[in-house]
Each structure stands twice: as C-alpha cells, then as structure tokens.
C-alpha cells in the first residue's frame, strides 16, 4: 500500500503561538544604550576629576605621582651619600692617624733602641792586654772565621784564596787569645750603631786597603741587600767607599801609601822603582781626612824597597807641575830617618786638626813578610809557600825581616808629638808574624789577573807573601779595632 507523501504544511508540528509584535519598542532600546553612555561618560569624567586630571595626561602624571610616593626623594639619597662619604672618610682619617702615631710610636722606640745601643759600652777586663797572647785552633768554626767568603760580594780576587783554588781554609779557623782575658765578642750591629750618621777610613798603602776590605765584610753581614753600595776610584780615584745606608754610616779607603805626598800616590798607576816622598808635603791628602770620625792610618810595606830613601829637595818642584820630571832632585836619606820625618809632619797635623771629642785616630803596627822559610825552620820551603800552620810553641826569637826600627820610630812619635790628640797604637806586628801560612801566596792577582797553573807553579816568582787571604789575619786587625770603639764613651753628636 503507498503512502502518500504528506505535503510540507503538514509534516511540520503545529507552531507555537508567537508574541505580539514589538517593532515600536525599538527606539526606546537605542534611547537606553545612550544613556547608559552618557552615564558612563558622566562616571569616567567625574572619577578623573577626583583623581587631579581631565585627560590621559593627568592621568599619567598622576601615576607619576604615586611612583614618586612610593620611591626615595633623589636629594635624599644624595645627601645619605654625602654623609656616607663624610663617614667613611673620617674613618679613613682616624685609620691614617691612628696609623701614623703608630708609625711615630715605632719611630720614637726605634730611635729610642737605637740611641740605647749606640750608648752601650764593652767592658774590657782591667789590665787586659789585647796584643799579648796565643793563636788558638777553633776546628768546629763557633768563633772564627767572622764570616765565609761566599757571603761577602765586596770581596776582590786578590784576596779570595778559596775561590782561586786554595785547598785548605784552616787559616780561616785561628782565633787569637789575649792572655788573661778574652777578646768581646764581635757584633757588627754594634759597631754599626756607633758608626751612624759617621765616618769610618782607612788611610794609607795596599795592606790597610786588605784590612779595609775585611772591615767592609765584617758590618756588610747585617745590612739588607739593597741597602748597601761600593762605590770605587771616587776623588780622582783615591777614594773607595762602602755605605750602609739605614744607617748613614760609610767605611772607606784612601791611598796614600806614604802618608805624605810622593811620585807614587796615583792608585791605580803607582808600581814606581825610583820612587820619592816629599816629606813635610801632607795638605793634599789630608784634606781629605778632616770631618772623618775614625780615622785608622798605616804607613810600612812601601817603605822597603831599599835602605834608603829618596827624599825630595825643597817644595817648589811640588807646585811646577813638571810630572816626573818634578820629582828628580832628591836626597838620600837612611830609612828610619825619613821614617821618623814623615810621622812627625803627619803627627803634628793630627795635633793640629783633630778634635779629639769627635775623632778617634788609630795607628797600625807593621805588618809583616813571609819570604825567609828558614827562619821559622822550614829550610827545603819556598817564602809562605804551602804553609797551612801558624808558628807555635816557639820560644826563640823570630828573625823573619821585620824592620823593627820603624816599630820603635812610631811608638816614640806618638809618644813625643801628639799632646792634644791620643792616638791608639794598633800593635800587630809580633802576633802577626806568627800567620806565616794566612798570606794569599800563589791564590791570588799578577797585574789584574789571577795567576795561571804555571804562574802558581812557580812560587819563587808568583807566591805573595805581602797580602792576606780573607777572610783571614786581618779581621783579628779589626778585632782589635772593634774592642777600641766600642769600650769607649760615644763620640759627640755628627759633625
């Protein structure tokens, strides 16, 4: 059976009955959103009145505004950095004060130490007799030598036996024993404490300048590196000068080998055969030696060339400028005679210039040669060749070419010519002569060069038997020295 298709009408369900139609109502809906506007409008335009501003400007400075509220004031945070500042630099200030009253502090007890020190006296044991006495063999090394040779820059090749090929340094380990009492005991900051703001010179030959060398060694050891300086050949050459310098204290060497003026004072030039002295001649060199405060003179191994010497006839050829020429009129004079001249014109200068409150003067005895093996019993030896012992245990007169007669012209003219000024007569020569085996012998220089295998092969020709291995004799010269200055008051005030 077909269905008949139902038309459209009446395939839909029956409609609900719809509203009433509203079309006049619409101009009342557009009427309402306008005044739902203009009362947005009205709100929006009075809230911004109440918040200070008309516009989006107003509204940003307002913004700005509460920023402001809400952030530091820059003048504030200025002026807490000021007074940051202010703070901290009185801190510093306060830190830099208390700094430097504690430098001042420091600097008062430095000086203070200082000043204590340099007013510290060495007692010598009353009748204590430095010169007289015995050499003893320190094996384990406790109290000689004062000092190694490694340790002392300033040292020449002259005198650095060790490092010249020296085998044996027991030379270095001979302690002198005075009898009845006994050597102080060496302290270089001592001696340096009376040496500040001073003047410390060895005046005279070769061998003052060895024991100037050692002296130099010997106060070296406790000043810093850095804060010492040798300067050589300064004044022409005549002057070397060690200095050390956080103590302003100098200790130097002048050549003038005769004391007085002669045709052999240039001290770099002055292997002279003929040489001659002008025996009342002094002011040249001696301007040099005023304002100095220790002075330590010397006078002997130039003066044995020969038995007599040439003195120079009157003063005129001194100021003619002539050269060598100048110095070819001379005397004939016996040694100890010419000797006892020159000491006189250089006593009576040391008499004159001297303030003796300021100025201590000493005089070296003569140091001795070693060139006679037989007569200290070595018959088949060759001068101080090979010897590596002192002379001991000897009680028989010692022969060995000391001229004696010079020793007795010095005592008797610091004796007879030196009234104002008391001068201390350093008296090495007799235990001296004993250090046969301390000479610097085939270890050493030949006109500014150290000897070759062959040179030292041939000691008759090469060995020196004048100069001393350092360290070595002459730091016991020093010694003596050393006991001198400082078992005496301090000198016044520098110059």
Not at 81 to 100: F, I, M, T
Not at 274 to 280: F, N, T
């Amino acid at each position: 059976m077909q269905h008949r298709r139902k038309p459209a009408s009446a395939a839909a369900p029956p409609a609900a009955k719809q509203a009433p139609s509203r079309r006049p109502t619409a101009p009342l809906s557009l009427a309402g959103l306008v005044v739902a506007l203009f009362l947005v409008a009205t709100f929006l335009y009075n809230d911004d009145r109440g918040g200070g501003g008309g516009s989006d400007l107003g509204g940003t400075v307002a913004l700005a505004g509460q920023a402001r509220a809400r952030s530091p004031d820059l003048r504030v945070l200025h002026q807490r950095h000021e007074e940051d500042q202010v703070a901290e630099g009185g801190a510093k200030q306060s830190a830099a004060a208390e700094e430097a009253k504690q430098q001042q502090e420091e600097a008062a007890a430095a000086k203070e130490s200082h000043h204590h020190k340099q007013q510290q006296v060495v007692r010598l044991p009353a009748g204590c007799e430095l010169y007289q006495g015995r050499w003893t063999f320190d094996a384990a090394g406790e109290h000689s030598p004062l000092y190694r040779e490694s340790e002392c820059e300033f040292l020449t090749e002259q005198v650095t036996c060790m490092r010249n090929g020296r085998r044996d340094d027991s030379y270095q380990k001979w302690r002198w024993q005075p009898h009845g009492c006994d050597m102080p005991r060496f302290d270089a900051s001592l001696l340096l404490e009376r040496l500040r703001n001073k003047r410390l010179m060895f005046v005279g030959d070769s061998l003052n300048r060895n024991q100037w060398e050692s002296m130099v060694c010997l106060v070296q050891s406790v000043v810093p590196r850095g804060q010492k300086t040798l300067q050589k050949f300064v004044n022409n050459g005549s002057l070397n000068v060690f200095t050390a310098h956080e103590y302003n204290a100098t200790v130097e060497f002048y050549w003038a080998p005769f004391l007085v003026q002669s045709n052999s004072d240039d001290p770099q030039v002055h292997s002279v055969m003929d040489r001659v002295i002008a025996w009342r001649a002094i002011a040249k060199h001696a301007k040099n030696w005023k304002d100095v405060d220790y002075l330590v003179f010397n006078t002997y191994i130039w003066w044995l060339n020969t038995f007599e010497m040439k003195v120079l006839k009157g003063s005129g050829a001194l100021r003619s400028n002539k050269g060598a020429a100048g110095w070819s009129k001379y005397a004939l004079v016996d040694r100890p005679v010419a000797y006892r001249e020159v000491l006189k014109t250089w006593a009576k200068w040391v008499d004159r210039h001297i303030d003796p409150n300021r100025t201590t003067v000493f005089f070296m005895g003569m140091s001795p040669n070693h060139i006679t093996p037989w007569a200290w019993g070595n018959d088949g030896g060759i001068k101080c060749a090979m010897e590596t012992q002192p002379i001991v245990n000897r009680t028989e007169p010692l022969n060995i070419g000391t001229d004696w007669r010079l020793h007795g012209v010095a005592r008797g003219v610091l004796a007879r010519y030196l009234h104002r000024v008391s001068v201390h007569f350093v008296d090495i020569t007799g235990l001296s002569e004993l250090r046969k085996d301390a000479h610097t012998s085939v270890h050493t220089l030949r006109q500014g060069k150290l000897l070759t295998p062959e040179q030292q092969a041939d000691p008759k020709t090469y060995a020196d038997c004048i100069h001393w291995c350092l360290p070595g004799l002459p730091d016991t010269w020093n010694h003596f020295i050393y006991a001198q200055i400082v078992s005496a008051p301090p000198l016044l005030p520098d110059h």
